[in-house]
């Protein structure tokens, strides 16, 4: 166990320390803000820029290469992810986190002064760079700062985020594009990045760490091209280049060629970039397949929801981020829930068991969804959807995080990051070609030869587009998206079986940090927290943890120099359950 000056100053005595944990819940309060501020600042990106893409290309040109804004910046976020958690691990989690901000709003910057299109895409490329350092750098310093237990309490918080991000996306988009021009729609990412960075560097103070060992440059050469590879296999398979085409076999070849190698270096590295010895851990292992799968369900909702409601329901796409509301708000009021039993009980097996029910009947359900059905009737099944995935969506990485040693949170919090990233990939890859698919028969078999034309440019189909189509050709087209989206979430129902088998092993290991206190026990699974009651974070372990973020902490007999600290000294005192004084 590492001890610091961190972990002693809390329990320094006198007036000074009524005064310290006085101030600590505000001091936790303000990092976490700033978390959460970098965290939206990761999440609305690409929602802001969708909206901007016709604006950007009416004004760069490029039409041809248009798809690259969004690839080059996912697959930048995709293979630096796993790094920027090992260098978290290696050498501090403040540092790598400040790094990540800055690369992403020089990125920001950049790409808002682009001249053509592919300086945009480059640019587009450094900011994906540093999102890949943002998502991992927030839930990574969130597991340093506060205990498995206690952290149920603010699952509600990051799943609010997310849902302001795809419901606000599409509206701030537009309305910049609208009132300040495109290049805006990148700039705003400045004064938010700046406030977040500001109030990280004043307020979170983590102990310094500086890992003798080198970086495995070999191993994160081999991920990067691995994962470049299914990621491009993913996004043009089907689109760009048939699936069966020379490319995506050359690129799947290359992508399975790099990984074994990458696996294999794994094992011989000093400093792996993904420690094999963490898949070790049955939960940690179900919940990277759990959060894979999560991924490829939630993305693909949020590509065909709005394509059928705008598309058979006739809704507005100006507001189409709207339309995703009803799965969005269960999926926040759920996951807030289920963090707030987490917390009061350390009871979560239930939830991974009872999330990927819900899921699966929440894709059948949207699966018999046709022409008739109603905007409530389709609000009510994503909501069992939504319900489904709040139960599952920050449960993953809690559980993830509680069963890797502190030093291994950084590439604990990555690869679940990144195995739900390439979930996402697959989802809409797979998902969009049984769509694309069964859009066509459809059309083929209801309108004939016009038909197979609409249906090759129904991607680019307006509602005025569509309302100018004859009759028998629109209410074909209708049935085809009808039919497409049954196809599509029938799939993700079946895939979603596959978590709920998953979620039957997950294993009831006791959350780290919290209990109530046994004052006749010295053992540390028997010591905790001195009230059993979840209060804010000046209880017990949530009492280092603030330290660490107020930056208060006193160099005492052991200092944060003398001992590399594992996952710093806030989880480390806190992640064992045992109250400050027992860890001076």
């Not at 100053?9 to 320390?17: C, L, P, R, S």
Request: hydrophobic residues 50%; charged residues 10%.
């Amino acid at each position: 166990m590492a001890e610091t000056g961190t972990v002693a100053a809390v329990d320094t005595g006198g007036g000074g320390k009524a005064a310290t944990k006085e101030r600590q819940p505000r001091s936790v309060r303000v990092v976490l803000m700033a978390l959460m501020i970098a965290m939206l600042l990761a999440m609305l990106d690409n929602m802001i820029v969708g909206t901007a893409m016709p604006t950007i290309v009416g004004d760069l040109g490029g039409l041809e290469h248009l798809s690259w804004v969004v690839t080059a910046y996912t697959l930048a976020t995709a293979a630096s992810t796993p790094i920027w958690g090992k260098v978290g691990d290696m050498y501090g989690r403040k540092g790598a986190f400040l790094t990540s901000i800055v690369i992403f709003l020089i990125g920001s910057g950049l790409s808002g002064m682009a001249q053509d299109m592919n300086q945009l895409i480059a640019f587009r490329a450094i900011q994906g760079l540093g999102a890949g350092g943002l998502m991992v750098g927030v839930m990574a310093i969130i597991g340093d700062l506060i205990p498995p237990r206690e952290r149920g309490k603010y699952q509600g918080m990051m799943a609010g985020v997310m849902a302001l991000a795809m419901i606000g996306g599409p509206l701030v988009g537009g309305a910049i594009t609208d009132n300040w021009g495109w290049r805006w729609s990148f700039y705003i990412n400045l004064p938010l990045g700046l406030v977040a960075l500001a109030m990280v560097t004043a307020v979170l103070h983590l102990p310094k760490k500086r890992s003798k060992g080198k970086i495995d440059y070999l191993g994160a050469a081999l991920l990067t091209v691995g994962i470049t590879s299914i990621v491009l296999v993913t996004t043009w398979g089907g689109s760009q280049y048939a699936w069966g085409s020379a490319v995506i076999m050359e690129l799947a070849a290359i992508g399975v060629a790099a990984l074994v190698g990458f696996l294999f270096v794994q094992t011989k590295a000093a400093e792996p970039i993904m420690p094999l010895h963490i898949f070790r851990s049955r939960n940690f292992t179900v919940m990277s397949l759990i959060g894979f799968i999560t991924g490829f369900v939630m993305f693909g909702a949020v590509l065909f929801l709005p394509l059928y409601q705008q598309t058979v329901q006739g809704a507005n796409a100006t507001n189409s981020g709207l339309l995703l509301l009803p799965m969005l708000l269960s999926m926040m009021v759920v996951s807030l829930i289920a963090g707030r039993v987490t917390t009061n009980t350390g009871k979560y097996k239930v939830f991974p068991l009872v999330g990927s029910v819900l899921m699966v009947a929440g894709l059948f359900l949207l699966a018999q969804m046709d022409t008739e059905t109603t905007r409530l009737t389709s609000g009510l099944y994503m909501a069992v959807l939504g319900a489904g995935m709040g139960c599952l969506m920050q449960i993953t990485m809690l559980v993830a995080q509680n069963s890797v040693e502190m030093k291994d949170m950084g590439v604990a919090s990555s690869s679940t990051t990144l195995f739900r990233t390439l979930g996402s990939s697959f989802g809409v890859a797979i998902m969009g070609a049984l769509f694309n698919n069964r859009v066509q028969d459809v059309m083929a078999e209801r309108a004939g030869a016009m038909g197979g034309k609409v249906a090759e440019h129904s991607t680019q189909l307006t509602a005025e587009g569509l309302a100018k189509l004859p009759d028998v050709v629109r209410d074909a087209y209708l049935h085809a998206v009808s039919a497409g989206t049954h196809s599509a979430f029938l799939l993700g129902s079946i895939i979603a079986v596959l978590a709920l088998i998953a979620a039957v092993f997950v294993k009831e290991v006791p959350l780290r940090g919290a209990g109530p206190a046994k004052e006749t026990s010295s053992s540390p699974e028997a010591a905790g927290p001195t009230d059993a009651q979840p209060v804010d974070m000046a209880k017990a372990g949530m009492a280092t943890a603030a330290a660490a973020a107020n930056g208060t902490a006193e160099t005492g007999t052991a200092t944060a120099d003398a001992k590399p600290v594992e996952g710093g000294a806030a989880g480390d005192a806190a992640a064992d359950g045992r109250t400050v004084s027992e860890t001076v």
